[in-house]
């Protein structure tokens, strides 16, 4: 238990170390874009390899693919919903208005994250969902003596970007540096927690039941990806973001087949 709340504590502690740059430092689009990017090319390799490969060994193919479909789901959906929340609600009789009004402060933000997308809370919203069964799965591995240290270097990677975007995002909406930092604080913990129970409880459960939350964090991991990093990531950085993108792969699959 306690090396899970150690590797736990590493993954997770990228989150706030993401939360406290973007919160108070401001970085240029490209070098952003480039986080992000780099972060896609780790997750792919993760669900590719650590997730949905281990589901669909564990639980079988029709179980892993339900399982996948049902995150990414789950994600979309929240992800929508986030989405116009955090564009509000404009009313009719002063539409023109606002309309100017929001375009003169998005030209003046500080942060170069989106904020009427799905950045800000909606990157939180997505590390969370798919970082829950993620954590889970390392957990797993921990407690069945397999290592996971792959795993943990593509969470890792994958967290401090998301987290930097994500609170820079919030940054420019002006909410407290307290906030921002309290709310990405919190899911860290989260995440840490998770690890602990994959590595106690989780670790003794039959496959199929490990298969589920595997190819959940696989179908989650997979919509953040078409949903929101990589769509991100390409609009701030332009195709450059491709190398970043290889990059973050090429590292994770080492670290995968170490």
């Known amino acids: 238990m306690g090396q899970a709340l150690v590797f ?14 973007g919160s108070l430092v401001e970085f240029p689009k490209r070098v952003l874009a480039a986080m992000l990017a780099f972060a896609s090319g780790a997750l792919i390799t993760a669900l590719a390899f650590e997730l ?3 589901s669909h060994e564990q639980g079988g193919l029709w179980r892993a693919g339900l ?10 959906v929240l992800s929508q919903r986030l989405d116009r929340a955090a564009q509000g609600h404009r009313p009719e009789n002063h539409g023109s208005e606002k309309l100017d009004v929001d375009a003169a402060a998005e030209e003046k933000a500080p942060s170069p994250a989106s904020v009427t997308g799905a950045a800000g809370l909606a990157l939180l919203a997505a590390v969370t969902l798919d970082g829950v069964p993620e954590n889970l799965a390392l957990g797993v591995s921990l407690g069945e003596g397999t290592g996971g240290i ?26 407290s540096k307290a906030y921002i930092i309290g709310l990405w604080a919190i899911c860290a913990a989260l995440l840490t ?12 459960a039959t496959p199929e039941t490990i298969s589920i939350p595997l190819a959940f964090a696989a179908g989650a991991v997979l919509a953040s990806l078409a949903d929101t990093l990589m769509p991100e990531a390409y609009e701030k950085g332009g ?11 090429v590292l994770a699959y080492i670290l995968a087949t170490l």
């Not at 195709?239 to 792969?249: D, E, K």
């Open 8 to 21: 736990g504590a590493i993954g997770s502690s990228a989150l706030v170390l993401g939360a406290l740059a």
């Open 52 to 54: 949905f490969e281990d």
């Open 67 to 76: 399982g996948l479909l049902a995150g990414a789901v789950i994600f979309t």
């Open 150 to 175: 792959a795993l943990l270097g593509a969470i890792f990677v994958s967290n401090f970007p998301e987290a930097l975007v994500g609170s820079a995002s919030m940054r420019a909406q002006r909410r």
């Open 193 to 204: 927690v998770a690890v602990a129970v994959g590595a106690g409880p989780l670790s003794s």
């Open 239 to 249: 195709p450059a973001v491709a190398l970043s993108t290889a990059a973050g792969f």
